[in-house]
Nanobody, 125 residues
Framework: VQLVESGGGLVQAGGSLRLSCVTS????????IGWFRQAPGKDREGVSC????????YYTDSVKGRFTISTDNAKNMVYLQMNSLKPEDTAVYYC???????????????????WGKGTLVTVSS
């Protein structure tokens, strides 16, 4: 199983980035995929997630209206379009996969099955 993120970088506040996560080794349509982030000195937090079989999407309040999660099921890929970026969005962004959407949402005490290694997003003021 592999999840590989890309698309991070340095951007000025107000700018945009699109993160990509290419997945392999599991049945994409059977999993929920989430984007998480961890800023220096802070705990990891969930940013957005999607149920790949029915398209249900969820966003943390701080990114609603600015970030959009999407998938290309034919390519087993997940994207996170990030607009109107703020310095507080600076973090390492990870994609993760689990058969349970509730686990991705943090509503169970189960660990998430699979994680990528992350991509760094830096937003300058």
């Amino acid at each position: 199983v592999q999840l590989v993120e890309s698309g991070g970088g340095l951007v000025q506040a107000g700018g945009s980035l699109r993160l990509s996560c290419v997945t392999s080794g599991f049945t994409f349509d059977d999993y929920a995929i989430g984007w998480f982030r961890q800023a220096p000195g802070k705990d990891r937090e969930g940013v957005s997630c999607i149920s790949t079989n029915d398209g249900r999407r969820y966003y943390t309040d701080s990114v609603k209206g600015r970030f959009t999660i999407s998938t290309d099921n034919a390519k087993n890929m997940v994207y996170l379009q990030m607009n109107s970026l703020k310095p507080e969005d600076t973090a390492v962004y990870y994609c993760a996969a689990d058969t349970s959407l509730r686990t991705i949402l943090g509503r169970t005490n189960q660990g998430i099955d699979y994680w990528g290694k992350g991509t760094l997003v830096t937003v300058s003021s």
